[in-house]
T-cell receptor, first 111, second 109 residues
């Protein structure tokens, strides 16, 4: 089965600072990769997904971006964080239409 | 109206009770997923199903494609079952999940 690694687990950043969250996948090759965000008390929101290296689809226009420099690496970035970027960020992966496996998540607080 | 609706939004029960969480969807799907989110935030995939019924331990998931409805049942509930249960669907040709709003389940000892 797949294992999803995410780091850091928690992060506190000031408004206007940059962001880089990393996700790596073990146990599979050529996975579909996903970034989700969950704001406090809200449901999951898909931010980006990727079906291959360099292929990124954005679901929600915002000041975040994603990159996939390697097959099993997915990075979420921002040049300048906003207060509204606070939330719980989850990376997920699957093969084709198979079930999605989720990482442990990163809890981001923007002050 | 959301494409995936869950009920109830909150559910509190006593240990040992039989639990049912419902999910209705309004789009054509290729699969339906039940996820469990623990209080710390981690998410575990419980079931993926496209027809019939699946069972894993005390958990049972059913789906009725004609009625566009799925249920998650927990038998002999336990406090450790306390979590948010999320229904999600994948639509044909798409890879991404469409989520319900979740059901917060609390099992009291």
């Amino acid at each position: 089965s797949q294992t999803i690694h995410q780091w850091p687990a928690t992060l506190v950043q000031p408004v206007g600072s940059p962001l880089s969250l990393e996700c790596t996948v073990e146990g599979t090759s050529n996975p579909n990769l996903y970034w989700y965000r969950q704001a406090a008390g809200r449901g999951l929101q898909l931010l980006f997904y990727s079906v291959g290296i360099g292929q990124i689809s954005s679901e929600v226009p915002q000041n975040l971006s994603a990159s996939r420099p390697q097959d099993r690496q997915f990075i979420l970035s921002s040049k300048k964080l906003l207060l509204s970027d606070s939330g719980f960020y989850l990376c997920a992966a699957n093969r084709q239409a198979d079930t999605q496996y989720f990482g442990p998540g990163t809890r981001l607080t923007v002050l | 109206k959301n494409e995936v609706e869950q009920s109830p939004q909150n559910l509190t029960a006593q240990e040992g009770e039989f639990i049912t969480i419902n999910c209705s969807y309004s789009v054509g799907i290729s699969a339906l997923h039940w996820l469990q989110q623990h209080p710390g935030g981690g998410i575990v995939s419980l079931f993926m199903l496209s027809s019939g019924k699946k069972k894993h331990g005390r958990l049972i998931a059913t789906i009725n494609i004609q009625e566009k409805h799925s249920s998650l049942h927990i038998t002999a509930s336990h406090p450790r079952d306390s979590a948010v249960y999320i229904c999600a669907v994948t639509t044909p040709g798409a890879q991404k999940l469409v989520f319900g709003q979740g059901t917060r389940l609390t099992i009291n000892p």
